[in-house]
T-cell receptor, first 113, second 112 residues
Framework: DSGVTQTPKHLITATGQRVTLRCSPR?????VYWYQQSLDQGLQFLIQ???????AKGNILERFSAQQFPDLHSELNLSSLELGDSALYFC????????????FGPGTRLTVT | DQQVKQNSPSLSVQEGRISILNCDYT??????FLWYKKYPAEGPTFLIS?????DKNEDGRFTVFLNKSAKHLSLHIVPSQPGDSAVYFC???????????FGKGTRLSVIA
């Protein structure tokens, strides 16, 4: 158990809908990262927050947004969902703003039908 | 354009033998490399890392070798055990707060 929690574990929704994925980092970790893993793909970095502020952005679509709250949990919002958004979404956390040795949650499997 | 490549999607090894997983990178700015292991239905877990100032790092049965001139790193597992069966991801990072770049992973199967 990495100490990072993600909810829900599975999510099935229709095209055009909006969903919110939630992540609670390990106790004491200030940084949260979001990744997308599509079929046969590696982990694609989406966005990083550090202590409530956006720190780095990857190939995140404009339809996607995220935030980190004062209690350090984070939410990833995906809107106008398309079939191609079906993927595993992982959250990771680390103590500081550095990206080394991130601890991953179990992921949320999103299926868009 | 993939900056971190794991060209072998899968590898099968007998229990007790050595497993060698390979990773190539193209970005010469990368200075820190990590290996993650992932079991089904779980998130990746950190396994071992190496800084570009070293060419080898060892942790128990796991050793990572870095060849900077060839932009190549490898993970050796000796001896391989059935519990090592998982997907292994190679990742790299450049200086500063740059995101980790992951390869697509290699699925290792250790056969008893």
């Amino acid at each position: 158990d990495s100490g990072v929690t993600q909810t829900p574990k599975h999510l099935i929704t229709a095209t055009g809908q909006r969903v919110t994925l939630r992540c609670s980092p390990r106790s004491g970790d200030l940084s949260v990262y979001w990744y997308q893993q599509s079929l046969d793909q590696g982990l694609q970095f989406l966005i990083q927050y550090y202590n409530g502020e956006e720190r780095a952005k990857g190939n995140i679509l404009e339809r996607f947004s995220a935030q980190q709250f004062p209690d350090l949990h984070s939410e990833l919002n995906l809107s106008s969902l398309e079939l191609g958004d079906s993927a595993l979404y992982f959250c990771a956390s680390s103590v500081m703003g550095q990206t080394y040795e991130q601890y991953f949650g179990p992921g949320t499997r999103l299926t868009v039908t | 354009d993939q900056q971190v490549k794991q060209n072998s999607p899968s590898l099968s090894v007998q229990e007790g033998r050595i497993s060698i997983l390979n990773c190539d990178y193209t970005n010469s700015m990368f200075d820190y490399f990590l290996w993650y292991k992932k079991y089904p239905a779980e998130g990746p877990t950190f396994l071992i890392s190496i800084s570009s100032i070293k060419d080898k790092n060892e942790d128990g049965r796991f050793t990572v070798f870095l060849n900077k001139s060839a932009k190549h790193l490898s993970l050796h597992i000796v001896p391989s055990q059935p519990g090592d069966s998982a997907v292994y991801f190679c990742a790299a990072s450049a200086p500063g707060n740059t995101p980790l770049v992951f390869g697509k992973g290699t699925r290792l199967s250790v056969i008893a």
